[in-house]
């Protein structure tokens, strides 16, 4: 869901390690999901998509899991680095051209 | 190839002044996307145009904002007469026409608009 006016959650890894970010959707419809990257002052910056035909995809780095029984979304980040910092958000969309729903967002800070 | 460009970068306008928003999609891309973020939370979605057309325009508030997306320029977002609640970064993405990669959208870097 969205957080409104509330203080973005915050996960806190050390570098190197794993990081686990997770997302729940409410629209059984959707059938396209993206991670975005959003550093401080900046736009959205994609990460992954993941299609609703599928259950696990990897890039460079990350892995998404898409798991439709209980609509919930992970973004896996391997060996995280300083760089990671940032706010990473879930989005949502039902067809090509449909708009694109946000979740709150989770704030991941690297601790050298 | 250049990303999503919007200009201002930053804006400040006072209570009752109109704010002008421009964005410029990427090369190829013809669909676009008006989004607004307040600070410590998602974006939420405005409108979405194709050239000379308004397709989804259901995130827009019902009075002082329009948006348009001209056959020759860039996309404007439109705020007439501002208040304070109208703060916010304002964001656009675009995507490509049809196939499997029009399913992905691209943000520009946003306008920051201050109301004083």
């Known amino acids: 869901g969205e957080s409104v006016g509330l203080h973005l959650p915050t996960l806190s890894v050390q570098e190197g390690d794993n990081s686990i970010i997770n997302c729940a959707y409410s629209?059984?419809?959707?059938?396209?999901f993206i991670w975005y990257k959003q550093e401080s002052g900046k736009g959205p910056q994609f990460i992954i998509d993941i299609r609703s035909n599928m259950d696990k995809r990897q890039g460079q780095r990350v892995t998404v899991l898409l798991n439709k029984t209980v609509k919930h979304l992970s973004l896996q980040i391997a060996a995280t680095q300083p760089g990671d910092s940032a706010v990473y958000f879930c989005a949502e969309n039902r067809a090509a051209g449909n708009k694109l729903t946000f979740g709150g967002g989770t704030r991941v800070l690297v601790k050298p | 190839n250049a990303g999503v460009m919007q200009n201002p970068r930053h804006l400040v306008r006072r209570r009752g002044q109109e704010a002008r928003l421009r964005c410029s999609p990427m090369?190829?891309?013809?669909?676009v996307y008006w989004y607004r973020q307040l600070p410590e939370e998602g974006l939420k979605f405005m409108v979405y145009?194709?050239?000379?057309?308004?397709?989804?325009e259901s995130g827009m508030p019902k009075e002082r904002f329009s948006a348009e997306f001209p056959k020759e320029g860039p996309s404007i977002l439109r705020i007439q007469q501002v208040v304070r609640g109208d703060s916010a970064a304002y964001f656009c993405a675009s995507s490509p026409e049809g196939g499997p990669s029009s399913y992905e959208q691209y943000f520009g870097p946003g306008t920051r608009l201050t109301v004083t």
């Open positions: 145009l194709q050239k000379e057309n308004i397709i989804d």
């Open positions: 090369k190829g891309h013809s669909h």
């Open positions: 629209n059984s419809a959707s059938d396209y």
